[in-house]
């Protein structure tokens, strides 16, 4: 069975640090992962990841993968309070080729 | 800015009513998704449409159906709700060649069935 499995599942840190998100998966036919931030509301997308090695860097953030261990990570430095959120990992792959989510990681940064 | 839009962010139904949920895109996509969204079990696909009037199952499509007549446009039927539906429902689009393309989610529906 296809699989994304986050964590941890949640996480509480402060101001100023520096977190890591893990993303591991077992999914058929891998084709690309995908990394959102979910706030109240809607999902909202940040990186998508093809290439083993290849770091995606978008200000703050920052993610890389690795298909030989089949994981990927997502940095965040210099956190802020509005970091806090859930950020969702998702691969596409599987039979249909569709996203398979992960479950999500929890994060929330304190003042 | 791709702008996916859904008719309700909160609904209240009762067991046995029928229940839509409408999802509206404005960028062409293709691709256009539901899914449901529950604590402790992530984001699930209900179903999902890559053309007018075409559908296919996802991973839990039991106890609903869609309706896509136009492109811009993706239905969520709920034949006779049941409180095991009470969720945050989510809509999605994508350009064609899903994987590929990040897919753009709309803000949720938060359905609560009595």
């Known amino acids: 069975e296809d699989k994304v499995v986050q964590s941890p599942l949640s996480l509480v840190v402060h101001e100023g640090d520096t977190v890591t998100l893990n993303c591991s998966y077992e999914v058929t036919n891998f084709r690309s992962l995908l990394w959102y931030k979910q706030e109240k509301k809607a999902p909202t997308f940040l990186f998508m990841l093809?290439?083993?090695?290849i770091e995606k860097k978008s200000g703050r953030l920052s993610s890389i993968l690795d298909k030989k261990e089949l994981f990927s990570i997502l940095n965040i430095t210099a956190t802020q309070t509005g970091d806090s959120a859930v950020y969702l990992c998702?691969?596409?792959?599987?039979?249909?080729?569709?996203?398979?989510f992960g479950k999500g990681t929890k994060l929330s940064v304190k003042p | 800015d791709v702008k996916v839009t859904q008719s309700s962010r909160y609904l209240v139904k009762r067991t046995g009513e029928k229940v839509f949920l409408e999802c509206v895109q404005d960028m062409d996509h293709e691709n256009m998704f539901w899914y449901r969204q529950d604590p402790g079990l992530g984001l699930r696909l209900i179903y999902f449409s890559y053309d007018v009037k075409m559908k296919e199952k996802g991973d839990i499509p039991e106890g609903y159906s869609v309706s896509r007549e136009k492109k811009e446009r993706f239905s969520l039927i709920l034949e006779s709700a049941s409180t095991n539906q009470t969720s945050m429902y989510l809509c999605?689009?994508?350009?064609?060649?899903?994987?590929?393309?990040?897919?753009?989610f709309g803000p949720g529906t938060r359905l609560t069935v009595t």
């Open positions: 093809t290439s083993s090695g």
């Open positions: 999605a689009s994508s350009l064609l060649g899903a994987q590929s393309y990040e897919q753009y």
């Open positions: 998702a691969v596409y792959g599987g039979s249909q080729g569709n996203l398979i």
